[in-house]
């Protein structure tokens, strides 16, 4: 058995989580507040950028800039976005595979509508489940949003509401307190990878100027099997066989030399022109290399946090995390056209169009088969460089007071009962009720949470959090909901690096709310309690959270309850209460 260790860096306060005082004071300005609402048509674009941003100087926002510090203080302009979204079933073959399969999608489409605001913005989503033949239940996760004080909205089945049910819909309301990019999903079994999925854009100042906003550029794995069918395989095997494609922005081609199907994706430029690509991984199972031939990259965000800018030729994504790039389009003299190339790192990540997952940047009015060739890349599932993720606004970490290891959480694989392939933290793989969710249970005071839950208790308010993760072969891209946490170690061993000396970054470290835990590698990350909520923590390998690699975090919860609108929750979970058992469904997953 392959396993690897998690430890909680801890002293002997609380549930054995090291705390130290935050040097931060908690803001009251992201608490939900009444203001005037204007509503906005999901199709209506967003309207004239805030007063001052501008390609000259994309680091203002009205009477805000680059340098304020977002976690505490919120444009508030009066302003709600409503949104419609619709989970359907649809058949499709986005690459022109000669057999269409089915998927899910919002609103019909892949990707799914993009969800567009500006930085403090209230949204207001209003979600249908359309997932009759499938019998579904369904949920969406806003994924990087913080959700400060907004819990019951983050959009995960078994901790903060139950699944909606077929014929049912549920209204999601969260603040825009961040800007930058990032992605819907839904978060019930393995739908976000059947295409339940779609790009937020928050829009706010940059750290660096450009002419276009060219929108999110999902770099997304595909399957010609649903990726349901191909879980049978997975669970019973472990390790996944080869995809068998790649998507850019839901289109490729599939086959090889003149015996193709489908069409690439194309990005028509103007020479001479700056555009911003929002890079988001929705991938099951994919970690990308991002590249565009000839064309420097220049990186302003990670996730939805605004960094010092660095220049790259490529770019490494793993699942569920996002890069903001700029690229200046000053190559017309070499070529009328480019490939732009999503890579799979193939130490970790096997793909049947390894070579030809590629979209076209092209001057001109008509796009051209590229001649030109790739800048060198590895093949390694690693993180950009720490030294280079340095976070605009600065934030500092207290370092932790004698750290003792006292508390240890492994991470293993082994077989249920029906000999079905699990993943488990401490020994436990995930199993967490759809109908009885962890917000139900902290409403009714109802706090004897099971093994199998995977609760670890925070209580305090204010402090900080270290969590660190020792790994063995397999990578895992660790996602932790409700908070950015800070990266205080993190590496790899191999051919002239050596293994961690116990060094740690607490100045300005980087931030982000998904970070790559690299196979034989550690991480070391630090968060602080200040968002009451449950908060789920796992890897974003679909296969892996579906086979119960999580935990979560119950963060505050004496103040959880008052967030909690119990009739609206109540009677969606009484809705999928009626549903299950006239369906006779038997929930078979790890619940989240």
């Not at 499938?134 to 909205?153: E, F, K, L, V």
């Amino acid at each position: 058995m392959k396993f690897s260790s998690i430890i909680i860096l801890a002293n002997l306060l609380g549930a054995g989580i090291a705390y130290t005082n935050s040097p931060y004071k908690q803001s009251t300005t992201l608490r939900p507040i009444a203001t005037r609402s204007r509503v906005h048509n999901i199709y209506e674009p967003t309207g004239t950028p805030c007063a001052g941003n501008t390609p000259n100087d994309r680091s203002v926002w009205c009477n805000y800039s680059i340098d304020t510090d977002y976690e505490d203080v919120v444009p508030d302009m009066g302003v709600t976005r409503e949104y419609w979204f619709e989970v359907k079933e649809v058949t499709l073959s986005p690459d022109g595979f000669m057999i269409p399969r089915p998927a899910m999608t919002i609103n019909g489409t892949l990707p799914g509508p993009p969800l567009v605001a500006d930085w403090g913005d209230w949204v207001i989503i209003h979600v249908t489940n359309h997932l009759y033949q499938a019998m579904n239940g369904s949920s969406i996760h806003w994924h990087g949003i913080r959700q400060n004080y907004t819990n019951p909205n983050d959009g995960v089945p078994s901790l903060t509401q139950c699944p909606i049910a077929p014929g049912s819909n549920m209204t999601y309301k969260w603040r825009a307190g961040q800007y930058g990019s990032s992605w819907y999903h839904s978060h019930i079994g393995l739908q976000a990878w059947e295409g339940v999925y779609g790009a937020i854009i928050i829009n706010g100042p940059a750290t660096a100027n450009y002419d276009v906003d060219q929108g999110a550029l999902f770099l997304g794995d595909w399957t010609h099997e649903t990726v349901d069918q191909l879980h049978q395989d997975v669970q019973l095997r472990g390790p996944v066989r080869k995809l068998s494609n790649g998507l850019i922005n839901g289109k490729n081609v599939y086959g090889n030399g003149t015996n193709t199907t489908g069409s690439p994706f194309h990005m028509k430029v103007e020479k001479g022109k700056s555009y911003r690509l929002r890079l988001v991984n929705p991938s099951i199972d994919t970690h990308w290399k991002f590249t565009i031939d000839n064309h420097t990259m220049t990186v302003i965000a990670m996730d939805l946090v605004p960094i010092k800018p660095f220049a790259t030729n490529v770019i490494s994504l793993g699942m569920g995390q996002r890069y903001d790039v700029i690229i200046t389009t000053n190559q017309e003299t070499v070529a009328e056209s480019f490939w732009m190339r999503a890579i799979p790192a193939d130490r970790c990540s096997q793909n049947e169009m390894a070579g030809n997952i590629r979209g076209i940047v092209y001057y001109g009015n008509t796009p051209k088969q590229p001649r030109t060739q790739p800048y060198p890349f590895t093949n390694v599932c690693e993180d950009e460089l720490l030294i280079n993720l340095v976070p605009h606004v600065p934030k500092n970490v207290d370092p932790p007071v004698s750290p003792v290891w006292d508390k240890n959480v492994t991470v293993s694989n082994t077989r249920n009962a029906q000999n079905f392939f699990r993943w488990r933290f401490n020994s436990t793989s995930m199993n967490v009720s759809w109908e009885n969710p962890t917000l139900m249970q902290v409403y009714h005071k109802d706090l004897d949470f099971s093994n199998s839950s995977g609760v670890i208790e925070l209580p305090f308010k204010d402090k900080w959090v270290y969590l660190f993760i020792q790994n063995t072969l397999v990578t895992h891209p660790i996602h932790l909901h409700g908070h950015d946490f800070s990266i205080l170690a993190q590496g790899q061993p191999g051919p002239g690096k050596p293994q961690w000396d116990g060094s740690i970054i607490t100045q300005n470290p980087p931030r982000r709310d998904t970070a790559v835990l690299a196979g034989s590698g550690w991480l070391l990350i630090a968060f602080k309690t200040n968002n009451p909520g449950a908060w789920l923590m796992h890897c974003h390998i679909g296969w892996h959270v579906d086979e119960g690699l999580a935990l979560q975090f119950v963060e505050r919860q004496d103040e959880i309850r008052d967030l909690v609108d119990y009739t609206p929750f109540n009677e969606n979970c009484a809705a999928w209460d009626r549903y299950i058992k006239s369906q006779n469904i038997v929930q078979e997953d790890s619940g989240v």
